[in-house]
């Protein structure tokens, strides 16, 4: 009886968690189909505030993820630090990689090709 009940529990909790995640990705497809030209056409360190949004939404449910069901949530405080905030710093210096160079090649190709945004 006590191992249904603590079985019955976890269930709900997977299922609050893939509702937390399919909100998350359907605010990331909604703002994908709109583009509002307010986040999609300024410049925010060194990106649109629209790819912030999904970068950082993106990086929620990577979280999310990795907390509920690669079970960090029960792990030792040491072990879920040196997974969950390698692959914070790892993806954070990636993202920066991709912004610096994508800017670099929009800059060099603006002569040759005409962006259509």
Do not use: Q
């Amino acid at each position: 009886m006590a191992h249904e009940a603590a079985h019955e529990s976890h269930t709900g909790l997977i299922w609050k968690v893939f509702a937390f995640l399919s909100v998350i990705t359907i605010v990331e497809v909604i703002f994908g189909i709109i583009k509002p030209a307010s986040l999609h056409l300024t410049s925010f360190l060194g990106t649109s505030p629209l790819n912030w949004i999904f970068l950082i939404l993106t990086l929620v449910k990577a979280y999310g993820i990795t907390w509920y069901f690669m079970h960090m949530k029960e792990e030792k405080a040491s072990l879920r630090r040196s997974v969950v905030w390698t692959s914070v710093f790892l993806i954070c210096y990636l993202a920066a990689l991709l912004l610096i160079e994508g800017s670099y090649l929009a800059d060099m190709m603006t002569p040759y090709v005409k962006w259509d945004y």
